[in-house]
């Protein structure tokens, strides 16, 4: 019921910014939790930052909170990824997923999206 595509992702040097946008498609976007992963060459996916379908409820992971801000426009269909002070450890394919509830976009499950490359330089 939902297709999401990310963009936004490339090379960018230790410490500066990246925003990766996650575009949805479908009539049932504003009623479902969305979610960013990313998984590195070698690595197990990796959970990153996950908001409610309301924006109000939202939940970071240890290694990215203060950095990194999620965000959500259902008018225009788009999640967002605010990514600042980056590290070269964030280098990985970023990848926006969506389901039926916080929990469980949170756990991985429901719809995903094809990924886009973000790489950090020392």
């Known amino acids: 019921q939902v297709q999401v595509v990310e963009s936004g992702g490339g090379l960018v040097q230790a410490g500066g910014s990246l925003r990766l946008s996650c575009a949805a498609s479908?009539?049932?976007?504003?009623?479902?939790?969305m979610a960013w992963f990313r998984q590195a060459p070698g690595k197990e996916r990796e959970f990153v930052a996950a908001i409610s379908w309301s924006g109000g409820n939202i939940y970071y992971a240890d290694s990215v909170k203060g950095r990194f801000t999620i965000s959500r426009d259902n008018a225009k269909n788009t999640m967002y990824l605010q990514m600042n002070s980056l590290k070269p450890e964030d280098t990985a394919v970023y990848y926006c997923a969506a389901d039926h509830s916080f929990g469980a976009v949170i756990a991985g499950s429901g719809y995903w999206g094809q990924g886009t490359q973000v790489t950090v330089s020392s």
């Open positions: 479908g009539r049932t976007f504003s009623n479902y939790a």
